[in-house]
């Protein structure tokens, strides 16, 4: 809703723009301003406290850093909370209470993991030279064989590996942030999809990079996009996720993937190639590494299959990046935990992980297939093996008030708002994962609950706005 909102700013020291920041900050947490609430527009604002137009924009902006609002394109600027029922945050939400339906984060299928996890600690127990190995201190591209089982494994995932041009890392988001380092310094620019994985939103924002949004259609990245960003700014690297983005759940085809890495090629841009979600070679076109292997940092890791906790990620870097990458891993962390990597490798040298991918794989197409069921009819996007699907809604429903009915109806998901790169716009749109709850009868209770919000319509029961 529009709210007439004019703040004191006589309360605030410093600078207006920071005082209309602290003000919005005063005000949700005194509760006069709540989550929903539609600030006043730019210039109304600035009538009212007399500044310039500047001034409210800046302190806007400066709020919006702050997590406390959120700028959408052609609407407006409203209050936002990493605490609502939408579940926005870019990060581990509360256990869900009794009853309700976690779609909001992408973790993998709960499904038998502990006593892979025991023998593999019971098999380490007994091997003393390995424990002695683990508890010391190496190199920070981690063990030989360790990289070279991770490499292996992947190789056989059809992945191009080189575990020579690797390094073992504290999970993929590590990886990720090892790489920006690598390739840009603090004020230089680097480029995604519109709509990214929050992780690359905040390392970008954490290493102080400029970050700029380019737009898809449906097949990912447009790369006349990326030319014309490379054209107007001296853009560093291009994060892409071919297999599947995160939320949209688009996959870039073949013939993109090479027009992609020839204006990266044509700028000199690093390609950086986010495979955590793996995906076996029979379900993809080639891997943007194998393509280009001289101009692209690759990452993976073990967590959307094995386990998130054993935070173990690989990154390969051609020769040009690899020492920046090495040094930013080395000025980090010194090395990721020899421990995690051997209780990863000892799973993948025993077969738990891969029949561990195998079961998560066939139950994740059970689960699609139960949400093709319950969305028919509706405009929706998915891959056979992702863990999302990315629902878009239809009118008068809008993204948050719907998240917020899904949440009173006991069903967490995810707008795009938090998926959002700066001011890029926000469909009215939202994220299940899907793979979140650990029984099947749960994600179609799930599933059965979102379809009957949408069907009773805005304002109709639930949530009142």
């Given at each position: 809703m529009d709210t007439i909102w004019v703040p004191d700013l006589s309360v605030h020291a410093g600078p207006r723009y920071r005082a209309?920041?602290?003000?919005?900050?005063?005000?949700?947490?005194?509760?006069?301003?709540?989550?929903?609430?539609?600030?006043?527009?730019?210039?109304?604002?600035?009538?009212?406290?007399?500044?310039?137009?500047?001034?409210?924009?800046?302190?806007y902006a400066e709020a919006e850093r702050r997590g406390l609002v959120s700028a959408r394109v052609g609407s407006g600027t409203y209050v936002r909370s990493l605490q609502d029922g939408s579940g926005q945050g870019f990060s581990v939400a509360p256990a869900a209470e009794d009853g309700d339906i976690d779609f909001g984060l992408a973790f993998p299928v709960p499904m038998g993991r502990t006593p892979a996890l025991a023998e593999a600690l019971r098999d380490l127990a007994g091997d003393d030279a390995a424990l002695a190995e683990c508890l010391g201190y190496h190199p920070e591209a981690g063990l030989v064989r360790h990289r070279a089982v991770l490499a292996r494994w992947l190789r056989d995932w059809g992945y191009g590996i080189d575990a020579g041009r690797s390094l073992i890392c504290l999970g993929a988001l590590h990886g990720l942030n090892m790489a920006l380092q690598a390739v840009a310094r603090p004020g230089e620019t680097v480029a995604s999809a519109g709509l990214?994985?929050?992780?690359?939103?905040?390392?970008a924002r954490g290493l102080g990079l400029r970050h700029l949004p380019l737009a898809s259609d449906g097949e990912g990245v447009q790369p006349y996009a990326l030319e014309a960003a490379c054209r107007q700014h001296a853009v560093r690297a291009v994060y892409l996720t071919p297999d599947q983005n995160n939320p949209t759940t688009e996959a870039i085809?073949?013939?993109?993937?090479?027009e992609l890495l020839a204006v990266a090629e044509r700028h000199d841009v690093a390609v950086i190639e986010d495979a955590v979600h793996l995906v076996a070679a029979a379900e993809r076109p080639a891997a943007l590494v194998d393509r280009a292997p001289e101009r692209v940092i690759h990452i993976t890791g073990v967590s959307k299959v094995l386990a998130g906790g054993l935070r173990v990620g690989l990154v390969q870097a051609p020769p040009r990046w690899f020492d920046d990458v090495a040094q930013a891993l080395r000025g980090n962390c010194w090395m990721a935990p020899p421990l995690n990597a051997e209780a990863a490798c000892r799973w993948i040298d025993s077969g738990a992980a891969d029949e561990l991918a195998r079961r998560q794989r066939d139950e994740i197409g059970a689960r699609q297939a139960l949400a093709a069921g319950h969305f028919q009819g509706l405009?929706?996007?998915?891959?056979?093996?992702?863990?999302?699907?990315?629902?878009?809604?239809?009118?008068?429903?809008?993204?948050?008030?719907?998240?917020?009915?899904?949440?009173?109806?006991?069903?967490?998901?995810?707008?795009?708002?938090?998926?959002?790169?700066?001011?890029?716009?926000?469909?009215?749109?939202?994220?299940?994962?899907?793979?979140?709850?650990?029984?099947?009868?749960?994600?179609?209770?799930?599933?059965?609950?979102?379809?009957?919000?949408?069907?009773?319509?805005?304002?109709?029961?639930?949530?009142?706005?």
């Open positions: 209309i920041a602290e003000a919005v900050a005063r005000a949700v947490a005194a509760g006069e301003l709540a989550v929903g609430d539609r600030l006043p527009t730019h210039r109304a604002l600035a009538d009212a406290l007399g500044v310039t137009v500047g001034t409210v924009t800046r302190g990214v994985y929050p992780g690359m939103i905040a390392a085809p073949e013939h993109r993937r090479d405009a929706f996007a998915a891959q056979p093996y992702g863990f999302n699907v990315w629902l878009h809604l239809p009118e008068p429903w809008r993204a948050d008030e719907f998240a917020r009915a899904c949440a009173a109806e006991g069903v967490r998901l995810k707008t795009g708002e938090s998926f959002a790169v700066g001011r890029h716009p926000v469909p009215q749109a939202v994220r299940l994962a899907i793979s979140a709850p650990a029984a099947r009868e749960r994600v179609a209770e799930g599933l059965a609950r979102v379809r009957r919000v949408l069907e009773r319509g805005p304002g109709r029961g639930g949530t009142t706005l």
